[in-house]
């Protein structure tokens, strides 16, 4: 009963709060408030194709601890608060596609919006450069936009291309070509070659991203 009492208490404060803070908020700063508030709420979920990308993932973020799949859920997923460098905090879920490809990662974003009601998803992974001359191993590509380049008409004399472009989250985009702090480079592990992550300084590349169902191997 006692339990009972303090959760209705609970409740009514959480309730008074959202009404007395959501008077003048727009639907979105309303709906950061309600995630800052809901435990089971996230700020950003990560979703990556390969089991290397996710140890990449959880090296470069020890906090993220494993949580085995619940109930109604067949995904396990790795969560915790990481710490930023003016002393706030990010509420962040990764998980891993169960198989390669748009579908699978569709399916994976779904389970995580239905799940855990983040304010950013984001697919974290390796990609190809078409260009060796700017681009290296190890420098980071972020979309601008992403090209879904499959879709297509097929005819007799030729193929007509039918692709879709989607814009990445103009905060997201904005934060990345802001960033000047080079806190997160010490946290780069050592390349194979023996250089150390304090000598690391990968090139950020921006621009639009081509996501398909192949492969491009190189030759």
Known sequence: RSLQIMKQQHESRVAELLTSAAVGLSDK????????????????????????????????????????????????YYRGSIQTTHGGSYRVV???????????????TSDLIREWNPRFVIVNGIAAGVSREKQEFGDIVVSS????????????????RRSRQFQADPSLLDGALNLTSPAWRTRLPSRPDGTV????????????????????AAT
């Open 29 to 76: 700063q309303a709906k950061d408030l309600s995630r800052r508030i809901d435990d089971e709420s996230v700020d950003f979920a990560i979703v990556v194709a390969l089991p290397k990308e996710l140890a990449a993932v959880r090296s470069y973020f020890p906090e993220l601890v494993k949580l085995a799949p619940g109930l109604s859920s067949t995904r396990s």
């Open 94 to 108: 990764v998980t891993l596609l169960h198989i390669m490809g748009n579908l699978e990662a569709a399916h994976a």
């Open 145 to 160: 936009s992403v090209v879904y380049y499959e879709l297509a008409k097929l005819r007799a004399e030729d193929e007509e």
């Open 197 to 216: 992550a304090d000598d690391l300084k990968p090139k950020i590349h921006f621009g639009p991203i081509a996501s398909g169902e192949k492969v491009s």
